[in-house]
Protein backbone atom coordinates (compact mmCIF):
# COMPACT_ATOMS: atom_id res chain seq x y z
CA UNK A 1 0.00 0.00 0.00
CA UNK A 2 1.60 3.37 -0.92
CA UNK A 3 0.18 5.97 1.76
CA UNK A 4 -0.05 9.69 0.21
CA UNK A 5 0.38 12.18 2.70
CA UNK A 6 0.44 15.03 -0.20
CA UNK A 7 4.25 16.24 0.55
CA UNK A 8 6.53 13.32 -0.03
CA UNK A 9 5.74 11.32 -3.49
CA UNK A 10 9.30 10.17 -4.80
CA UNK A 11 9.74 9.39 -8.99
CA UNK A 12 10.29 5.40 -7.61
CA UNK A 13 6.67 5.51 -5.17
CA UNK A 14 5.24 7.33 -8.45
CA UNK A 15 6.22 4.25 -11.11
CA UNK A 16 5.21 1.22 -8.06
CA UNK A 17 1.82 2.98 -8.29
CA UNK A 18 2.09 3.84 -12.30
CA UNK A 19 3.24 0.66 -13.46
CA UNK A 20 3.55 -2.15 -10.58
CA UNK A 21 -0.03 -1.46 -9.71
CA UNK A 22 0.58 -0.60 -5.94
CA UNK A 23 -2.77 0.39 -4.17
CA UNK A 24 -2.74 3.43 -3.03
CA UNK A 25 -4.26 5.48 -0.01
CA UNK A 26 -4.51 9.01 1.54
CA UNK A 27 -3.27 9.52 5.30
CA UNK A 28 -5.85 10.00 7.75
CA UNK A 29 -3.72 13.24 8.47
CA UNK A 30 -3.98 14.28 5.14
CA UNK A 31 -8.13 13.68 5.18
CA UNK A 32 -8.04 15.94 7.91
CA UNK A 33 -5.60 18.47 6.41
CA UNK A 34 -8.17 18.30 2.88
CA UNK A 35 -11.26 18.72 5.58
CA UNK A 36 -9.94 21.34 7.37
CA UNK A 37 -9.02 23.11 4.10
CA UNK A 38 -12.56 22.75 2.79
CA UNK A 39 -13.23 24.75 5.22
CA UNK A 40 -11.17 27.58 4.21
CA UNK A 41 -13.10 27.55 1.13
CA UNK A 42 -16.72 27.19 2.63
CA UNK A 43 -15.85 30.40 4.76
CA UNK A 44 -14.87 32.60 1.71
CA UNK A 45 -17.85 31.66 0.12
CA UNK A 46 -20.19 32.35 2.89
CA UNK A 47 -18.16 35.99 3.29
CA UNK A 48 -19.05 36.64 -0.36
CA UNK A 49 -15.11 37.20 -0.81
CA UNK A 50 -13.95 37.61 -4.39
CA UNK A 51 -11.91 34.59 -5.25
CA UNK A 52 -10.80 33.90 -8.33
CA UNK A 53 -12.75 30.56 -10.17
CA UNK A 54 -14.66 30.01 -6.61
CA UNK A 55 -17.14 32.71 -6.64
CA UNK A 56 -16.09 34.63 -9.60
CA UNK A 57 -15.91 33.05 -13.75
CA UNK A 58 -12.06 32.48 -14.95
CA UNK A 59 -10.04 34.10 -17.82
CA UNK A 60 -11.66 36.33 -20.25
CA UNK A 61 -14.37 36.46 -17.50
CA UNK A 62 -12.22 36.74 -14.69
CA UNK A 63 -13.92 39.15 -11.75
CA UNK A 64 -17.41 38.44 -13.13
CA UNK A 65 -19.50 36.95 -9.86
CA UNK A 66 -21.26 33.60 -9.78
CA UNK A 67 -24.37 33.50 -8.59
CA UNK A 68 -24.49 31.35 -5.34
CA UNK A 69 -27.35 28.69 -6.80
CA UNK A 70 -25.14 28.20 -10.08
CA UNK A 71 -21.63 27.49 -8.61
CA UNK A 72 -22.76 23.60 -9.41
CA UNK A 73 -23.77 24.38 -13.12
CA UNK A 74 -20.51 26.52 -13.52
CA UNK A 75 -18.17 24.08 -12.32
CA UNK A 76 -19.50 21.52 -14.87
CA UNK A 77 -19.53 23.52 -17.43
CA UNK A 78 -16.40 25.00 -16.90
CA UNK A 79 -14.99 21.28 -17.67
CA UNK A 80 -16.90 20.95 -20.25
CA UNK A 81 -15.86 24.12 -22.02
CA UNK A 82 -12.24 22.60 -21.40
CA UNK A 83 -13.11 19.49 -22.58
CA UNK A 84 -10.77 19.80 -25.96
CA UNK A 85 -7.83 17.28 -26.16
CA UNK A 86 -8.01 14.79 -28.53
CA UNK A 87 -5.62 12.84 -30.88
CA UNK A 88 -3.70 10.26 -29.37
CA UNK A 89 -4.80 8.66 -26.05
CA UNK A 90 -2.09 8.67 -22.79
CA UNK A 91 -0.44 4.93 -21.91
CA UNK A 92 -2.60 3.35 -19.38
CA UNK A 93 0.76 4.19 -16.77
CA UNK A 94 1.20 7.55 -18.01
CA UNK A 95 -2.78 7.89 -17.12
CA UNK A 96 -2.07 6.44 -13.62
CA UNK A 97 0.57 8.20 -13.23
CA UNK A 98 -1.29 11.15 -13.63
CA UNK A 99 -4.00 9.96 -11.27
CA UNK A 100 -1.49 9.21 -8.62
CA UNK A 101 -0.20 12.90 -8.91
CA UNK A 102 -3.12 14.40 -8.55
CA UNK A 103 -4.31 12.42 -6.02
CA UNK A 104 -0.92 13.72 -4.09
CA UNK A 105 -1.81 17.20 -4.37
CA UNK A 106 -5.36 16.79 -3.11
CA UNK A 107 -3.89 15.43 -0.18
CA UNK A 108 -1.94 18.38 0.82
CA UNK A 109 -4.66 20.37 1.30
CA UNK A 110 -3.84 22.74 -1.21
CA UNK A 111 -6.62 22.36 -3.89
CA UNK A 112 -9.11 22.82 -1.00
CA UNK A 113 -11.51 20.20 -2.60
CA UNK A 114 -13.40 17.99 -0.47
CA UNK A 115 -11.79 13.99 0.41
CA UNK A 116 -14.81 12.71 -1.75
CA UNK A 117 -13.36 13.65 -4.69
CA UNK A 118 -9.33 12.24 -3.49
CA UNK A 119 -11.75 8.99 -2.34
CA UNK A 120 -12.81 8.41 -5.81
CA UNK A 121 -9.57 8.68 -7.58
CA UNK A 122 -8.25 6.83 -4.99
CA UNK A 123 -10.77 3.68 -5.82
CA UNK A 124 -10.17 4.12 -9.61
CA UNK A 125 -6.38 3.71 -9.42
CA UNK A 126 -6.80 0.98 -6.77
CA UNK A 127 -9.51 -0.58 -8.98
CA UNK A 128 -6.80 0.06 -12.27
CA UNK A 129 -9.42 1.63 -14.18
CA UNK A 130 -9.06 2.28 -17.57
CA UNK A 131 -9.79 5.93 -18.75
CA UNK A 132 -8.92 7.69 -22.15
CA UNK A 133 -7.26 10.71 -21.60
CA UNK A 134 -5.80 12.56 -24.82
CA UNK A 135 -2.80 13.93 -24.86
CA UNK A 136 -3.32 16.99 -27.00
CA UNK A 137 -4.77 20.22 -25.34
CA UNK A 138 -2.24 20.93 -23.18
CA UNK A 139 -0.44 24.59 -23.43
CA UNK A 140 1.80 23.98 -20.56
CA UNK A 141 0.43 26.59 -18.04
CA UNK A 142 -1.66 23.12 -16.84
CA UNK A 143 -3.06 20.30 -18.28
CA UNK A 144 -6.56 21.81 -18.32
CA UNK A 145 -7.58 19.98 -21.39
CA UNK A 146 -6.38 16.50 -20.80
CA UNK A 147 -7.63 16.95 -17.10
CA UNK A 148 -10.92 17.21 -18.29
CA UNK A 149 -11.42 13.74 -19.95
CA UNK A 150 -10.57 12.79 -16.26
CA UNK A 151 -12.22 14.81 -14.17
CA UNK A 152 -15.41 14.24 -16.19
CA UNK A 153 -15.34 10.89 -16.16
CA UNK A 154 -14.85 10.12 -12.40
CA UNK A 155 -17.23 13.24 -11.12
CA UNK A 156 -19.71 13.15 -13.64
CA UNK A 157 -22.34 12.16 -11.28
CA UNK A 158 -21.14 14.42 -8.38
CA UNK A 159 -22.00 18.53 -7.76
CA UNK A 160 -18.72 20.02 -7.91
CA UNK A 161 -18.79 22.69 -5.26
CA UNK A 162 -16.86 25.95 -5.04
CA UNK A 163 -13.38 25.93 -6.49
CA UNK A 164 -13.26 22.34 -6.97
CA UNK A 165 -13.55 22.50 -11.14
CA UNK A 166 -10.41 24.82 -10.98
CA UNK A 167 -8.44 23.30 -8.78
CA UNK A 168 -8.43 19.94 -11.51
CA UNK A 169 -7.78 22.54 -14.30
CA UNK A 170 -4.90 24.18 -13.59
CA UNK A 171 -3.23 20.64 -12.32
CA UNK A 172 -0.18 19.85 -14.51
CA UNK A 173 -0.85 15.67 -13.48
CA UNK A 174 -0.39 13.98 -17.00
CA UNK A 175 3.04 16.31 -17.66
CA UNK A 176 4.31 15.80 -14.17
CA UNK A 177 3.32 11.88 -14.51
CA UNK A 178 4.79 11.03 -17.88
CA UNK A 179 8.11 13.21 -16.79
CA UNK A 180 9.01 11.46 -13.97
CA UNK A 181 8.08 7.88 -15.78
CA UNK A 182 10.54 9.16 -18.33
CA UNK A 183 13.38 10.31 -15.88
CA UNK A 184 12.72 6.84 -14.47
CA UNK A 185 13.63 5.59 -17.99
CA UNK A 186 16.93 7.81 -18.53
CA UNK A 187 18.25 6.98 -15.17
CA UNK A 188 18.06 3.16 -15.49
CA UNK A 189 19.05 3.25 -19.52
CA UNK A 190 22.04 6.08 -18.57
CA UNK A 191 23.04 3.28 -15.63
CA UNK A 192 23.00 0.36 -18.35
CA UNK A 193 24.85 2.25 -20.99
CA UNK A 194 27.94 2.63 -18.95
CA UNK A 195 27.81 -1.07 -18.32
CA UNK A 196 27.67 -1.56 -22.34
CA UNK A 197 30.02 1.09 -23.24
CA UNK A 198 32.55 -0.92 -21.14
CA UNK A 199 31.90 -3.93 -23.36
CA UNK A 200 32.63 -1.71 -26.22
CA UNK A 201 36.02 -1.29 -25.15
CA UNK A 202 36.89 -4.82 -24.83
CA UNK A 203 35.35 -5.21 -28.57
CA UNK A 204 37.48 -2.08 -29.41
CA UNK A 205 40.80 -3.41 -27.48
CA UNK A 206 40.49 0.81 -25.95
CA UNK A 207 43.08 1.78 -23.37
CA UNK A 208 41.91 1.81 -19.72
CA UNK A 209 43.83 4.78 -18.88
CA UNK A 210 40.22 7.25 -18.86
CA UNK A 211 39.09 5.18 -15.91
CA UNK A 212 42.44 4.82 -13.80
CA UNK A 213 42.58 6.97 -10.42
CA UNK A 214 44.51 9.83 -11.71
CA UNK A 215 41.80 10.50 -14.77
CA UNK A 216 39.10 10.67 -12.24
CA UNK A 217 40.50 12.67 -10.08
CA UNK A 218 41.66 15.66 -11.87
CA UNK A 219 38.08 16.36 -12.62
CA UNK A 220 36.08 16.57 -9.44
CA UNK A 221 32.68 16.02 -10.91
CA UNK A 222 30.40 13.39 -9.06
CA UNK A 223 28.83 11.89 -12.39
CA UNK A 224 32.17 11.70 -13.83
CA UNK A 225 33.63 10.09 -10.47
CA UNK A 226 30.27 7.75 -10.78
CA UNK A 227 30.34 6.18 -13.85
CA UNK A 228 34.26 6.27 -14.27
CA UNK A 229 34.60 4.00 -11.13
CA UNK A 230 31.63 1.50 -12.72
CA UNK A 231 33.21 1.09 -15.86
CA UNK A 232 36.80 0.38 -14.53
CA UNK A 233 34.77 -2.30 -11.93
CA UNK A 234 32.93 -3.87 -14.70
CA UNK A 235 36.43 -4.41 -16.50
CA UNK A 236 38.09 -5.60 -13.24
CA UNK A 237 40.44 -8.82 -14.44
CA UNK A 238 40.21 -7.79 -18.19
CA UNK A 239 43.04 -8.31 -20.77
CA UNK A 240 42.55 -4.76 -21.66
CA UNK A 241 44.40 -3.87 -18.17
CA UNK A 242 47.44 -6.11 -19.38
CA UNK A 243 50.12 -5.14 -21.18
CA UNK A 244 49.45 -4.74 -24.62
CA UNK A 245 46.33 -4.86 -24.53
CA UNK A 246 44.74 -2.11 -25.07
CA UNK A 247 45.98 -1.49 -29.27
CA UNK A 248 46.28 2.79 -28.89
CA UNK A 249 47.80 5.17 -26.83
CA UNK A 250 44.76 7.06 -27.13
CA UNK A 251 41.34 6.20 -28.52
CA UNK A 252 39.13 7.85 -30.59
CA UNK A 253 36.92 10.15 -28.35
CA UNK A 254 34.13 8.18 -28.37
CA UNK A 255 35.89 5.52 -26.39
CA UNK A 256 38.36 8.20 -24.40
CA UNK A 257 35.46 10.60 -23.34
CA UNK A 258 33.09 7.74 -22.37
CA UNK A 259 33.06 8.67 -18.31
CA UNK A 260 33.15 12.28 -19.17
CA UNK A 261 30.24 12.29 -21.35
CA UNK A 262 28.34 9.66 -19.23
CA UNK A 263 29.39 11.85 -15.87
CA UNK A 264 28.27 15.09 -17.46
CA UNK A 265 24.76 13.23 -18.47
CA UNK A 266 24.85 11.86 -15.21
CA UNK A 267 24.95 15.38 -13.52
CA UNK A 268 22.70 16.99 -15.64
CA UNK A 269 20.17 14.17 -14.49
CA UNK A 270 20.70 14.42 -10.74
CA UNK A 271 19.63 18.41 -11.29
CA UNK A 272 16.53 17.12 -13.26
CA UNK A 273 15.42 14.15 -10.91
CA UNK A 274 15.49 17.11 -8.08
CA UNK A 275 13.58 19.54 -9.73
CA UNK A 276 10.59 16.84 -11.26
CA UNK A 277 10.81 15.33 -7.12
CA UNK A 278 10.33 18.48 -5.86
CA UNK A 279 7.60 19.49 -8.21
CA UNK A 280 5.66 16.15 -6.90
CA UNK A 281 5.44 17.64 -3.40
CA UNK A 282 4.06 21.40 -5.01
CA UNK A 283 0.88 22.91 -5.78
CA UNK A 284 0.45 23.50 -9.56
CA UNK A 285 -3.06 25.06 -7.98
CA UNK A 286 -4.38 28.85 -8.35
CA UNK A 287 -5.10 29.93 -5.89
CA UNK A 288 -3.91 27.95 -3.23
CA UNK A 289 -5.54 27.22 -0.17
CA UNK A 290 -3.47 28.22 3.11
CA UNK A 291 -4.88 26.59 6.51
CA UNK A 292 -2.24 28.33 8.24
CA UNK A 293 -3.40 31.72 6.98
CA UNK A 294 -7.61 31.25 6.48
CA UNK A 295 -6.95 32.25 2.86
CA UNK A 296 -7.17 31.55 -0.39
CA UNK A 297 -4.02 33.38 -2.25
CA UNK A 298 -3.68 33.96 -5.85
CA UNK A 299 -0.63 32.75 -7.85
CA UNK A 300 0.94 31.30 -10.47
CA UNK A 301 1.61 28.14 -9.40
CA UNK A 302 0.43 26.12 -12.76
CA UNK A 303 3.63 28.01 -14.64
CA UNK A 304 5.53 24.75 -15.41
CA UNK A 305 8.91 26.66 -16.49
CA UNK A 306 10.79 24.80 -14.12
CA UNK A 307 9.66 21.43 -14.93
CA UNK A 308 10.32 22.40 -18.34
CA UNK A 309 13.35 23.68 -18.44
CA UNK A 310 14.65 20.46 -15.92
CA UNK A 311 13.55 18.28 -18.33
CA UNK A 312 15.26 20.46 -21.48
CA UNK A 313 18.30 20.35 -19.37
CA UNK A 314 18.19 15.72 -19.05
CA UNK A 315 17.32 15.48 -22.26
CA UNK A 316 20.39 17.57 -23.92
CA UNK A 317 22.31 15.93 -21.13
CA UNK A 318 21.91 12.59 -23.40
CA UNK A 319 22.85 13.96 -27.17
CA UNK A 320 26.60 13.53 -26.45
CA UNK A 321 26.01 10.20 -25.29
CA UNK A 322 24.14 8.80 -28.22
CA UNK A 323 26.62 10.68 -30.62
CA UNK A 324 29.46 8.77 -28.70
CA UNK A 325 27.49 5.60 -29.06
CA UNK A 326 26.76 5.89 -32.90
CA UNK A 327 30.69 7.01 -33.01
CA UNK A 328 31.48 3.52 -30.73
CA UNK A 329 29.61 1.50 -33.53
CA UNK A 330 30.79 3.03 -36.56
CA UNK A 331 34.32 2.54 -35.31
CA UNK A 332 33.74 -1.47 -34.19
CA UNK A 333 32.24 -1.86 -37.62
CA UNK A 334 34.62 -0.75 -39.38
CA UNK A 335 37.89 -2.55 -40.16
CA UNK A 336 40.29 0.47 -40.66
CA UNK A 337 39.86 1.21 -36.97
CA UNK A 338 38.93 -1.98 -35.21
CA UNK A 339 41.50 -4.30 -36.75
CA UNK A 340 38.93 -6.44 -36.93
CA UNK A 341 37.04 -8.30 -40.15
CA UNK A 342 34.63 -5.89 -42.43
CA UNK A 343 31.54 -5.80 -41.05
CA UNK A 344 32.44 -7.98 -38.22
CA UNK A 345 31.24 -11.17 -40.21
CA UNK A 346 34.21 -12.93 -42.08
CA UNK A 347 33.56 -13.01 -45.91
CA UNK A 348 31.44 -15.81 -46.94
CA UNK A 349 32.33 -14.61 -51.35
CA UNK A 350 28.71 -13.14 -51.44
CA UNK A 351 30.19 -9.17 -50.82
CA UNK A 352 27.78 -8.57 -47.78
CA UNK A 353 28.12 -5.59 -45.59
CA UNK A 354 27.50 -7.85 -42.41
CA UNK A 355 26.94 -5.61 -39.15
CA UNK A 356 27.46 -2.26 -41.29
CA UNK A 357 23.65 -2.40 -42.00
CA UNK A 358 23.03 -2.47 -38.46
CA UNK A 359 24.91 0.54 -37.67
CA UNK A 360 23.32 2.04 -40.44
CA UNK A 361 20.31 1.55 -38.80
CA UNK A 362 21.93 2.98 -35.69
CA UNK A 363 23.03 5.99 -36.82
CA UNK A 364 19.14 6.94 -38.23
CA UNK A 365 17.39 6.01 -35.11
CA UNK A 366 20.58 7.97 -32.90
CA UNK A 367 19.79 11.23 -35.23
CA UNK A 368 16.09 11.14 -34.57
CA UNK A 369 16.75 11.00 -30.71
CA UNK A 370 19.24 13.99 -31.22
CA UNK A 371 16.42 15.92 -32.70
CA UNK A 372 14.11 14.90 -29.79
CA UNK A 373 16.95 16.44 -27.30
CA UNK A 374 15.73 19.73 -28.38
CA UNK A 375 14.30 22.42 -25.21
CA UNK A 376 11.43 23.34 -25.50
CA UNK A 377 11.35 26.21 -23.53
CA UNK A 378 11.97 28.35 -26.80
CA UNK A 379 7.84 28.56 -26.69
CA UNK A 380 6.85 31.73 -27.84
CA UNK A 381 3.59 32.64 -26.04
CA UNK A 382 0.45 34.62 -27.53
CA UNK A 383 -0.46 37.85 -25.55
CA UNK A 384 -3.79 37.28 -27.37
CA UNK A 385 -5.89 34.84 -24.97
CA UNK A 386 -8.47 35.85 -22.39
CA UNK A 387 -7.61 39.44 -22.47
CA UNK A 388 -4.13 39.00 -22.62
CA UNK A 389 -4.08 36.78 -19.25
CA UNK A 390 -3.01 33.89 -20.62
CA UNK A 391 0.33 35.48 -22.00
CA UNK A 392 2.89 32.60 -21.31
CA UNK A 393 3.16 28.50 -22.37
CA UNK A 394 5.21 26.56 -20.24
CA UNK A 395 5.06 23.51 -22.92
CA UNK A 396 5.50 21.12 -19.98
CA UNK A 397 3.61 18.57 -21.37
CA UNK A 398 6.02 18.26 -24.98
CA UNK A 399 8.73 18.54 -22.59
CA UNK A 400 7.91 15.12 -20.76
CA UNK A 401 6.34 13.61 -23.59
CA UNK A 402 9.94 14.16 -25.73
CA UNK A 403 11.79 13.08 -22.50
CA UNK A 404 10.18 9.79 -22.45
CA UNK A 405 10.46 9.28 -26.20
CA UNK A 406 14.28 9.64 -25.62
CA UNK A 407 14.28 7.49 -23.18
CA UNK A 408 12.23 4.99 -25.29
CA UNK A 409 14.64 5.52 -28.31
CA UNK A 410 18.02 5.19 -26.28
CA UNK A 411 16.87 2.09 -24.92
CA UNK A 412 17.30 0.67 -28.43
CA UNK A 413 20.63 2.43 -29.54
CA UNK A 414 21.92 1.22 -26.42
CA UNK A 415 20.96 -2.46 -27.43
CA UNK A 416 22.32 -1.55 -30.43
CA UNK A 417 25.59 -1.22 -29.42
CA UNK A 418 25.56 -4.06 -26.98
CA UNK A 419 24.68 -6.20 -29.72
CA UNK A 420 27.65 -4.97 -32.00
CA UNK A 421 30.21 -5.03 -28.69
CA UNK A 422 29.37 -8.78 -28.40
CA UNK A 423 30.24 -9.30 -31.85
CA UNK A 424 33.24 -7.73 -31.94
CA UNK A 425 34.56 -9.28 -28.56
CA UNK A 426 34.05 -12.41 -29.92
CA UNK A 427 35.98 -11.74 -33.03
CA UNK A 428 38.48 -10.71 -31.34
CA UNK A 429 38.92 -13.68 -29.70
CA UNK A 430 40.74 -11.40 -26.66
CA UNK A 431 40.57 -13.05 -23.24
CA UNK A 432 39.59 -12.62 -20.33
CA UNK A 433 36.51 -10.06 -20.70
CA UNK A 434 35.85 -8.27 -17.27
CA UNK A 435 34.10 -9.30 -14.17
CA UNK A 436 31.19 -8.01 -14.94
CA UNK A 437 31.42 -7.32 -18.80
CA UNK A 438 31.96 -11.05 -19.43
CA UNK A 439 28.54 -11.78 -17.60
CA UNK A 440 26.93 -9.33 -19.74
CA UNK A 441 28.49 -10.77 -22.83
CA UNK A 442 27.07 -14.13 -21.63
CA UNK A 443 23.78 -12.72 -20.85
CA UNK A 444 23.71 -11.18 -24.97
CA UNK A 445 24.62 -14.55 -25.85
CA UNK A 446 21.23 -15.96 -24.44
CA UNK A 447 19.07 -14.21 -26.50
CA UNK A 448 21.16 -13.36 -30.30
CA UNK A 449 23.83 -15.95 -31.41
CA UNK A 450 27.19 -14.80 -33.01
CA UNK A 451 27.27 -14.35 -36.43
CA UNK A 452 29.67 -16.63 -38.42
CA UNK A 453 30.19 -16.04 -41.95
CA UNK A 454 26.98 -16.37 -44.08
CA UNK A 455 24.58 -15.75 -40.97
CA UNK A 456 22.35 -12.96 -40.52
CA UNK A 457 22.71 -10.08 -38.80
CA UNK A 458 20.71 -10.68 -35.54
CA UNK A 459 17.27 -9.18 -35.30
CA UNK A 460 17.36 -6.39 -32.23
CA UNK A 461 14.20 -7.75 -31.08
CA UNK A 462 15.13 -10.99 -29.01
CA UNK A 463 17.91 -8.89 -27.72
CA UNK A 464 15.23 -6.09 -26.26
CA UNK A 465 12.62 -8.50 -25.20
CA UNK A 466 15.78 -10.40 -23.20
CA UNK A 467 17.22 -7.29 -21.43
CA UNK A 468 13.70 -6.76 -20.43
CA UNK A 469 12.94 -9.88 -19.19
CA UNK A 470 16.50 -10.17 -17.31
CA UNK A 471 15.85 -6.43 -15.73
CA UNK A 472 16.74 -7.76 -12.80
CA UNK A 473 20.02 -9.53 -13.75
CA UNK A 474 20.83 -6.80 -15.46
CA UNK A 475 20.44 -4.50 -12.04
CA UNK A 476 22.92 -6.73 -9.86
CA UNK A 477 25.50 -6.59 -12.57
CA UNK A 478 25.64 -2.50 -12.70
CA UNK A 479 27.21 -2.00 -9.08
CA UNK A 480 29.77 -4.47 -8.64
CA UNK A 481 30.63 -3.46 -5.16
Not at 61 to 70: C, H, I, Q, S
Not at 331 to 352: C, H, N, Y
Request: glycine share 8%; net charge negative; charged share 20%.
Amino acid sequence: MSLLPGFDLTIDGLVRIARDKAQVSVTAEAVERMKAARAVVDNAVARGEKVYGVTTSVGAKTGVPLAPERIGEFNRRLLLTHNVAHGPLAPHEAVRAMMAVLLNAMASGRLGVRPLLAERLAAALNEDRGIDVHIWGSMGQSDMAPITDLALALYSDIELQAGEALAMLNSSALALGTAALAMADLRDVLDQWSLIAALSMEGFAANPSIVSNAALQSRPFAGLKRHGERIRGYLAGSYIFAKGGPRHLQDPLSFRSLPLLHGTAADSMAFAYGQVEAELSASQNNPIVSIEEQALVSVANFDTVSLSMALDIARLGFAPVMTSSAERVAKQVDSFWSGLTVGLIEEDGVGLPGFNGLAQFHKAITSEARLATMPVVHELASSSHSNGNLDRAGMAGLAARKTGEVAALCRSIAAVELMVAAQAVDIRKATPLGAVTGKLHALVREAVPFAAAGDRVPHLDPLLRHLGERRGTIQAMLDPT
